[in-house]
């Protein structure tokens, strides 16, 4: 029997097997590789950015980065499981923000391979190597073109919705949409284009509240017809489109978000009729897998739930973050479920924070590399013989470790290999740069290994912080690396370079001092340098073209710019020259402040932080877009674990590795409190006599709650941080944003309170009238260390610039009391004292308001200027000196400020005085009267004692008296600040007493003190 059965079962066995050999061709054949070999050609050479966008006809599409290179240009190799033959592609800058060719172009597969060639600016797909010519493009267009801009909006809903336009290398412009059809909103309006080949917009939401698309957009004017350029445009879709019949209006899903592990926040472009069955035809699916379905939960009408273009799925289990996701629907398509707030879930937190190093870690032995990329289904490094250029030597698979860490070691001595990783993340395949690379090639394009220790330039292991003790005694002096050298007369020849910074002896106009030597005659403590880590907007491989940029759009963090390098090609010149002009300044006895910017990144959706782990690092609005805090597009979420530990790792790698002394936090209130906190903790650890310091306030609106914000308000919260006071910066000379706006120096009455509030620094002092400063109604400083005192810095107007904007009429004699008062306020009050580069020799920048990426004949420091004001410089120097030389103008604690500063009554409006008593903070000047008269005739002021001599007035200022008053009365000169001490304290050897009681002479001293200092007053 059972010898029967086994003949029963070969025969069946036979009998199937054409259908198993037929279900396993089936399969093979399902399962086919197809191979794609793109060549790209750009003849400008300018690759950076680039990227294929390719899609099998009838199906959504994914990036792909070229990631080699031949004698014909890039090249990107792709590899798809398909049996498709015709295939859909795209050239495109970043995230959308630019195409190559504007319409979609399409090849076939035959065999499994395709191969084609591809020319910038040339729509024709060559399946033959051809010529690599440069393409002619069209002669450019002077003079105005009609832009007519349709826009759909699935919601209906276009309140305050409106275009951002320009045409390209050109200021943009708001339009609004003024009229309307069966396909949506209009508008239409003219563009002078300026010879421009393309136009740019961006449709936003309000004064940037929102954008609908994160990208600029681009149309060329190749597209017009007759002088129209005519767009369609689909909310939530970056493309253009010239023809409505290619707009596809049809049901969709608008996004799919993870909120929370087992949570997906759905909005769809039309309601989903309702079968009130469980799934409601939804389908959610990883691979093939099938992801059950808990619930939906729908708007409800009565109790029952409704037809709804918004609403959220739960989840059978918690999803598997390593893996993609989609959601699809009949009649509906298919959408990529993004993940989103599940970042900010104590889920999340616990499973995927790590504490430990990450990047190229290198030993000569070996180097490990460390990638924080949790959602990444796949990771490999490619290694690089260049920092630009050429096919990857290597590809080496990375394996993935605890907390979402993936993992790869090279043995070895690899310093100066460069690299980048392959990242499998959401469906899309990126070549990413390292976030934590400390060296990278040109443009910042690929990370490089680097052995440290052999970036130090001679002398470096003796490089130590000059001595620095109370966060008050701080001068900061704010200046950006190009703006110091590159005045064809400065006589440095390190023009526009950190190496600029470290040149001696150099001189110009008239024999004056320039570059380092002129900031050594200065006497400030602390030079703070705008962006000097590695930003996007000046091409390194143009740099014959002098470009210029503040450098406010950051790439990389943790590695030094390369335009202000002798050579940006190698990934550690730049390092090296960074050190050398750190060591210089600290031999110098000034301190180095990095001006740093963790608030946003210069790209955003095709960032590094993008590519790696798409949308961890950055806040999102309710749109589902990136918010815009900053001003620029973007913002990161610090109140993230792995986003805070990047930027505390990063102040810490500059404060031990290039012994950096300060950091100044652009837009400091887009980072949540406990960041900072932890920021400062950080430093402590290495130096507590770091500096740090931001603005208090944001570039827009933020998620962040706003008391978890960094504002100016919850300055009180932060551990020996400063915030930036526009209390007394506008309190001074007027409103920022308003050119004809004046302040106290200025004339503009009603100012008094807030230069009173000013000068203690932002803290509670019962003889301020809160409700007449100028912004804050109440003290937001717990201790005058929390206070930034300032009126100009980098943006805006110059003082001076504002000056002859708000007061047109004034001589030059007057603007130049007018500026000096302000100025001589800004040094003389409690707090930490700030001032733009420059504003020692009256600094113009000819009007220009936001001269971030102006000219260098704009930006640059006029050494001519320097030397036609030397007066004025000598005036900055000897406030600089007083300031230095007398500790009460620096108290350290607010309760120092309340026991010895006292605000006199005034004669006349637009006065402010105060004194100083009873040797403040150790001074040994006893008394100390500080009178200001904005008003434009001489007042005489009655002070409480006789015998005065004045040190400040509105020519000098030092140390040294100018001149002596027997009595109690004194007359203050129109739009002047005047210092006076008492006699008493001047001309004696009263510091010596003061110096042997200080150091306990004891109960004699002080009775041998207190005699001698009555003999010296009455012999004054």
Do not use: C
């Not at 049809?250 to 978000?257: E, I, N, Q, V």
């Not at 889920?347 to 190093?357: I, K, Q, R, V």
Request: glycine letters at 8%.
């Amino acid at each position: 029997m059972r010898k029967n059965w086994l003949h029963w079962g070969l025969a069946l066995l036979m009998l199937l097997t054409p259908f198993l050999s037929l279900r396993s061709a089936e399969t093979v054949k399902a399962a086919s590789t197809v191979e794609i070999k793109i060549h790209y050609n750009r003849p400008d050479g300018k690759y950076d950015g680039w990227n294929l966008w390719v899609w099998e006809k009838g199906k959504d599409g994914k990036s792909y980065s070229f990631t080699g290179d031949d004698d014909f240009g890039k090249v990107a190799l792709i590899q798809m499981e398909t049996d498709a033959t015709e295939f859909g592609f795209i050239v495109r800058l970043n995230d959308w923000q630019e195409k190559d060719i504007g319409d979609d172009r399409f090849f076939t597969v035959s065999g499994g391979k395709a191969e084609i060639w591809l020319k910038s600016a040339d729509p024709e797909v060559y399946l033959e190597k051809p010529s690599v010519g440069p393409v002619t493009p069209p002669p450019p267009i002077e003079g105005d073109l009609t832009l007519k801009v349709h826009y759909h909006r699935f919601d209906k809903n276009f309140d305050q919705w409106n275009l951002w336009v320009w045409a390209r290398g050109q200021d943009g412009n708001a339009f609004n949409f003024t009229s309307d059809d069966s396909y949506g909103k209009i508008a239409t309006f003219k563009v002078d284009l300026k010879g421009a080949n393309d136009i740019g917009f961006i449709i936003r939401k309000g004064e940037w509240l929102a954008k609908d698309v994160d990208a600029d957009r681009y149309i060329p004017v190749s597209r017009a017809k007759n002088g129209v350029l005519e767009v369609w445009l689909l909310q939530g879709d970056s493309r253009i489109y010239y023809n409505p019949n290619d707009v596809d209006l049809s049901p969709k899903f608008l996004s799919a978000k993870l909120d929370a592990v087992d949570q997906i926040t759905v909005t769809t472009s039309v309601p989903i009729p309702l079968v009130y069955d469980k799934k409601e035809g939804l389908i959610i699916k990883t691979g093939s897998t099938e992801v059950g379905i808990r619930n939906i939960v729908f708007r409800e009408d009565g109790g029952k739930p409704v037809a709804s273009s918004s609403f959220t799925i739960l989840l059978s289990e918690p999803l598997d973050l390593s893996k993609p996701y989609t959601l699809s629907r009949d009649g509906y398509g298919s959408i990529n479920i993004i993940f989103n707030g599940v970042f900010s879930t104590k889920a999340f937190e616990e499973s995927f924070t790590y504490e430990g190093e990450l990047g190229a870690i290198y030993t000569k032995e070996k180097t490990t590399f460390k990638l924080w990329a949790p959602s990444a289904t796949n990771v490999s490094l490619n290694l690089y013989a260049a920092g630009s250029g050429g096919s990857p030597t290597k590809n080496v698979p990375m394996v993935k470790s605890d907390k979402g860490v993936w993992v790869v070691e090279q043995s070895g001595d690899i310093h100066g290999v460069y690299f980048t990783y392959l990242v499998d993340v959401l469906g899309t395949v990126n070549e990413a740069v390292d976030p934590y690379a400390r060296a990278v090639g040109v443009n910042g394009l690929r990370g490089m290994v680097v052995d440290l220790s052999r970036t130090n330039p001679a002398g470096w292991e003796n490089d130590k912080r000059p001595e620095f003790k109370a966060l008050t005694d701080a001068i900061i002096y704010e200046l950006h690396i190009r703006d110091i050298s590159v005045h064809p007369q400065s006589g440095i020849e390190n023009k526009g370079k950190f190496l600029g910074l470290t040149e001696k002896g150099t001189t110009g106009p008239e024999g004056i001092k320039t570059g380092l030597d002129h900031l050594i005659d200065l006497g400030i403590t602390h030079l703070h340098l705008l962006p000097v880590f590695d930003f996007r907007s000046i091409d390194e491989t143009t740099l014959e073209n002098n470009s210029f940029n503040w450098g406010y759009d950051p790439q990389h963090f943790n590695v030094p710019e390369g335009s202000y390098s002798t050579d940006p090609t190698k990934g550690e010149v730049r390092i090296n020259e960074f050190k050398q002009m750190v060591m210089a300044l600290h031999s110098a006895g000034i301190r180095v402040v990095m001006d740093v910017v963790y608030n946003h990144t210069g790209a955003s959706a095709d960032s590094d932080f993008s590519k790696i782990v798409p949308n961890y690092y950055y806040r999102f609005n309710d749109a589902g877009g990136f918010s815009n805090g900053s001003g620029t597009g973007n913002e990161t979420a610090s109140e993230r674990s792995m986003v805070r530990k990047h930027f505390v790792d990063s102040v810490v790698y500059w404060a031990t590795e290039y012994n950096i002394d300060g950091f100044r936090f652009d837009l400091m209130a887009l980072h949540d409190i406990e960041t900072m906190n932890a920021i400062r903790a950080a430093l402590d650890e290495v130096d507590p006599s770091i500096l740090i310091y931001g603005e208090g306030w944001t570039g827009g609106e933020s998620p962040l709650p706003d008391d978890q914000k960094a504002l100016k308000k919850n300055t009180g919260f932060l551990n020996r941080i400063a915030a930036f006071s526009d209390d007394i910066r506008d309190g001074l000379k007027g409103h920022v944003f308003t050119d004809t706006d004046k302040g106290f120096v200025n004339g503009q009455p009603g100012m008094e309170e807030s230069v009173k509030f000013g000068i203690v620094a932002s803290i509670m002092f019962n003889a301020i009238d809160y409700t007449k400063v100028k912004y804050s109604k109440t003290p937001w400083a717990k201790e005058p260390y929390h206070t930034i005192t300032y009126v100009e810095a980098h943006d805006n107007l110059t003082l001076w610039d504002k000056l002859m904007k708000s007061n047109p009429e004034a001589s030059e004699a007057e603007l130049i009391a007018m500026h000096r008062m302000a100025n001589a306020i800004v040094l003389t009050s409690q707090g930490i004292p700030f001032i733009h580069a420059g504003s020692e020799f009256l600094r113009t920048k000819g009007g220009d308001h936001n001269s971030y990426k102006s000219p260098d004949s704009v930006n640059q420091l006029d050494y001519n200027r320097l030397a036609q004001y030397m007066d004025n410089v000598e005036y900055f120097k000897g406030l600089i000196e007083l300031r230095k030389e007398h500790p009460a103008f620096r108290m350290p604690e607010a309760s120092l400020i309340r026991a010895h500063l006292k605000f006199m009554d005034m004669p006349a409006a637009n006065m402010v005085g105060y004194t100083l008593s009873g040797n403040a903070n150790g001074d040994k000047w006893e008394t100390i009267a500080v009178l200001m008269n904005a008003n434009d005739e001489e007042i005489e002021v009655e002070l409480a004692q006789s015998g005065w001599a004045i040190v400040v007035n509105g020519e000098k200022a030092g140390t040294e008296v100018i001149e002596k008053i027997s009595g109690n009365k004194v007359i203050v000169p129109p739009q002047t600040l005047l210092v006076l001490v008492d006699s008493g304290s001047i001309g004696s050897n009263l510091w010596i007493y003061l110096l042997l009681f200080a150091l306990g002479a004891g109960a004699g001293g002080f009775v041998y003190w207190k005699k001698m200092k009555k003999n010296v007053k009455e012999t004054a």
